[in-house]
């Protein structure tokens, strides 16, 4: 544990220097990007005053022809994109940044943490699959729903490490390993993000977040699901074995070698890089990373899932809190959102925690893979909508939207449900059988004597 603590430490002390390296991606939003509170409204001449987030400097705008009269709306702080085509200041779409809270948005949250935890607890991501998503179908914006899971997730990460860690199942070497490439991942990524809500707004960053939902859900959760239907109908009880892509990721003999004793695999450095990376990348630009380095480490490294979704805890506590550091800076933090979900999500991961000692590899996979189909049918669903705000497909008739809505909300439903009852009722039947197989030998015991 101590060697993991001494990697943790290294690594931050190198944030720093990762900052200068991609200087672009801590910056703020651009000169056509601004955030602050609309301080006075006339629709009679179509301009706003707009007080700039945290200053007292006060600018002039003008309301261009397409922002709707709804957006526009008194001492509520908003994301102005500008259209310099149009002129120097003439407001080309306006998004209220922090959503109004409500009893059952709250109560929704507070749900959503709790099935989050115990995915984050029982398949080592984040739960940002089902997080982002929620908070986005709630009323948050993409990039806001992104940088506020990133703000919950790192110390929920922490307390699963350590739970899992004491059960044997974090390898802490291979953790800290793909974190150092994680960390540029995630700083690659947050200037991805940032350039698109500079260019195109709330609007864009919706349709880039739910896009890259649905293209990384669909092949990653099929690929689990074939892989979690073979090994279900094969031996149960024994491991999968390593996967054919990780047996020749681990014959290439390319210096430095790394040994991973509680992985059990031998591998050059170089293979883990990309892993690291990609998971890095996405966390930063979707919020998720956990469904690629989770994968990543099955089926390229050769780790089990047990010790892969224990590892990525580690890596999501360090992706985490460098992430969060960066939206902390841009200002896009919802911490109403972040102490929601942290404050029942901290249970859920423990529960999923425990639930990993008494379930076999593929259950994991199951619950992986089928939370990541649904998921990616509640995204879907929105794609037509926000593709219409674009010009690129036609104007959806509201009857069309609001089905489209509700498909995506009760897909939503359905995926945290479906999470919730199978790893609850794998982790209940392991106990029983536990307890039974416990009893068995009590019995067998005292026969003997």
């Not at 080309?92 to 507070?110: A, E, G, N, Q």
């Not at 890596?315 to 029942?344: C, E, H, K, N, P």
Request: aromatic content about 8%; glycine content about 10%; overall charge positive.
């Amino acid at each position: 544990m101590k060697r993991f603590f001494i990697a943790v430490l290294v690594s931050l002390f190198l944030l720093p220097l990762a900052s200068v390296v991609f200087a672009a991606g801590g910056a703020g939003p651009d000169k056509s990007m601004l955030k602050g509170v609309l301080v006075e409204i006339n629709e009679a001449e179509h301009t706003a005053v707009l007080q700039k987030d945290g200053t007292k400097e006060l600018r002039n705008l003008i309301i261009g022809e397409k922002v709707r009269p709804e957006d526009l709306r008194l001492h509520k702080k908003v994301l102005v994109s500008l259209d310099h085509d149009a002129g120097e200041n003439v407001i080309k779409d306006i998004s209220i940044m922090f959503m109004d809270m409500t009893m059952k948005k709250l109560l929704s949250l507070l749900t959503i943490g709790l099935v989050g935890g115990i995915l984050s607890g029982f398949i080592g991501s984040g739960g940002a699959f089902v997080l982002t998503p929620a908070m986005m179908s709630l009323g948050a914006p993409g990039a806001v729903a992104v940088a506020s899971n990133m703000c919950h997730k790192f110390p929920k990460a922490m307390i699963g490490t350590y739970k899992r860690w004491k059960y044997g199942q974090v390898d802490l070497k291979l953790a800290a390993t793909m974190a150092v490439t994680a960390i540029i991942g995630v700083q690659i990524g947050v200037m991805i993000q940032k350039y698109i809500l500079n260019q195109w707004g709330n609007d864009g960053s919706n349709l880039y977040v739910s896009t890259m939902f649905v293209i990384v859900l669909v092949v990653v959760g099929s690929y689990v699901a074939l892989d979690a239907y073979k090994l279900s109908k094969g031996n149960k009880d024994a491991d999968a074995g390593t996967p054919k892509l990780a047996l020749r990721m681990q014959s290439i003999n390319l210096p430095p070698m790394m040994n991973f004793k509680v992985a059990k695999v031998r591998i050059s450095a170089w293979v883990t890089i990309p892993v690291g990376l990609f998971t890095g990348m996405l966390a930063a630009t979707i919020a998720v990373g956990g469904f690629i380095g989770v994968p990543g480490m099955i089926y390229v490294i050769g780790a089990s899932a047990m010790v892969a979704s224990a590892t990525e805890l580690g890596i999501a506590f360090i992706m985490g809190l460098w992430g969060s550091i960066q939206w902390g800076l841009s200002g896009l933090i919802d911490i109403r959102l972040a102490v929601l979900l942290l404050a029942t999500s901290l249970i859920g991961v423990q529960l999923g925690a425990l639930g990993t000692t008494y379930v076999k590899d593929y259950v994991i996979k199951i619950v992986m893979a089928a939370t990541m189909l649904i998921v990616a049918v509640s995204r879907g669903a929105l794609l037509p909508g926000y593709l219409s705000k674009f010009g690129l497909v036609d104007q959806l008739t509201p009857a069309t939207a609001a089905f489209l809505d509700g498909l995506s909300f009760w897909a939503l439903i359905t995926a945290l449900g479906v999470a919730g009852f199978i790893s609850t009722g794998a982790m209940v039947k392991g106990m029983i059988a536990d307890r039974k197989e416990s009893k068995l030998h009590i019995v067998a015991e005292a026969d003997r004597a």
